[in-house]
């Protein structure tokens, strides 16, 4: 099956697309083409991990905010010009597969020109824009959250499946980083807030242990000057590092919030308030809410209270029942709807 594939910019785009066309390859024999962002996360991790998918490298911004911004109308007449170059190189895709973020929409629309089935995966409590105007044509829409639906148009709602986002899984021994330690997650690319803010704590918390991604090498330097601290620029293998954690400071973007639910760990979340739609914010209420984690506003947070709150965040336990992956759940789907 030949599969035209887009998702990137960040990690929260690009690996949920990843874990479907992994749990896709274990089913059936798979070609991807997949479109990168020159300057996205995918043109560094696909080489290295998937050396044999076709990358389409494409060069444009996505849209300012608001979306009536001036800006905006030579950003989009360059997506627009990108759409011959894509056009070509998906001759022949027997489906489309996207995850959101700019670099999906002209794939999107290039795949409903063609007639190729669309599927979009939306891993936010608030689709984001280009997710929510390629559903109008796609075949099938997965989302992580029960409360997304009410955010898709009504005419394409009987065609949302709610499956919870797509897991990489990986196998692995927890000797990397041990056990029983607080993980400390950026995002992708790292948070210098949180950075900051965890350093202030590492001066005075001395009886926990910490692993940090950092995003940032000079960030991993300084935060290894502390004992009870293990700081990497990148965690490669996060199953790993979940695995061994027994609560996590992060970041409240849809992958981070979703592995933390997956792996049942209990999670002191600090969303970025200026990611699109305010996303983040809707993402740590929505665990809130269910009881696995524990809100921080930017705003808010001093080191004192961070400390406390991660004392009520270990509190909640963490759960380990075992879980079916929602990758597994949308290949399913996608194969029974293309048969």
Not at 23 to 43: F, P, Q
Not at 232 to 249: E, L, N, P, R, T
Request: net charge positive.
């Amino acid at each position: 099956m030949k599969i035209a594939a887009a998702g990137g910019g960040t990690g929260g785009h690009l690996y949920p697309a990843l874990s479907v066309l992994e749990s896709l390859a274990r089913m059936t024999e798979i070609e991807v083409t997949y479109l990168c962002l020159k300057r996205g996360l995918e043109s560094k991790i696909i080489p290295q991990e998937y050396p044999e998918y076709k990358m389409v490298t494409v060069d444009f911004k996505g849209l300012h905010r608001p979306i009536f911004h001036p800006v905006n109308f030579t950003r989009l007449l360059k997506i627009f010009q990108n759409e011959s170059i894509i056009a070509s190189e998906v001759d022949g895709c027997e489906m489309g597969f996207v995850t959101g973020g700019y670099v999906s929409y002209p794939l999107g629309r290039v795949c409903i020109k063609k007639k190729i089935p669309i599927f979009v995966q939306e891993q936010n409590v608030i689709p984001g824009l280009s997710n929510r105007s390629l559903s109008l044509r796609a075949q099938k829409i997965f989302v992580a959250f029960e409360e997304s639906v009410k955010y898709f148009p009504r005419s394409v709602r009987k065609k949302v499946v709610v499956t919870g986002n797509p897991i990489r899984v990986r196998d692995c021994t927890r000797g990397s980083f041990g056990e029983d330690y607080i993980l400390v997650l950026g995002g992708s690319r790292g948070s210098e807030f949180i950075n900051a803010l965890m350093e202030q704590v590492y001066k005075t918390e001395k009886q926990m242990r910490f692993i940090h991604s950092t995003g940032d090498s000079n960030w991993t330097k300084r935060l290894s000057n502390y004992e009870n601290v293990q700081a990497f620029d990148y965690i490669y293998d996060m199953s790993c590092a979940w695995k061994g954690a027994k609560a996590v400071v992060s970041r409240a973007g849809a992958i981070a919030v979703s592995e933390m639910l997956y792996y049942g760990v209990p999670g002191l979340l600090i969303p970025w308030e200026g990611s699109a739609g305010n996303h983040q914010l809707f993402n740590a209420m929505y665990v809130e809410k269910i009881k696995r984690g524990i809100l921080a506003r930017e705003k808010d947070l001093t080191p004192r209270l961070l400390i406390e709150k991660l004392a009520h965040t270990i509190s909640l336990g963490k759960k380990t029942e075992e879980k079916v992956n929602p990758a597994e759940l949308i290949a399913k789907i996608i194969l029974e709807e293309l048969r």
